[in-house]
């Protein structure tokens, strides 16, 4: 009943940004936490952002010079922005969402960001 809509990935020249958008389709639901994990090829899928209920936002070292996260109650969705894409971005991004007064998480189908150099 539940799906997370992506958007916004593709193949991006280095130095170009690009931003990822994710969207609540369908219900019942209530956003507990809500953000993005991504996947290099060969790697773990890693958190990238992430906000939890109540205001607080996470987004590890390293990254915040060039992304962007921002959320809207008002669509239930949330956004990544990457400015001066690098190779090393480069990944399937996936969206996130977890349901804690229902019990589920969910995810994305994933949106593949790829980097030209």
């Known amino acids: 009943q539940v799906t997370l809509v992506e958007s916004g990935g593709g193949l991006v020249q280095s130095g170009g940004s690009l931003t990822l958008s994710c969207s609540v389709s369908g219900g019942p639901f209530t956003i507990y936490a809500m953000g993005w994990y991504r996947q290099p090829l060969g790697q773990q899928r890693e958190m990238v952002a992430l906000?939890?209920?109540?205001?607080?936002?996470f987004l590890p070292d390293g990254l915040e010079d060039r992304y962007t996260f921002s959320r809207d109650d008002a669509r239930n969705a949330v956004a990544l922005r990457i400015d001066d894409l690098q190779v090393e971005d480069a990944a399937v991004y996936f969206c996130y969402m977890d349901d804690r007064e229902y019990g589920r998480t969910y995810w994305g189908k994933g949106t593949l960001v790829s980097v030209s150099s």
């Open positions: 906000y939890v209920n109540g205001g607080s936002t």
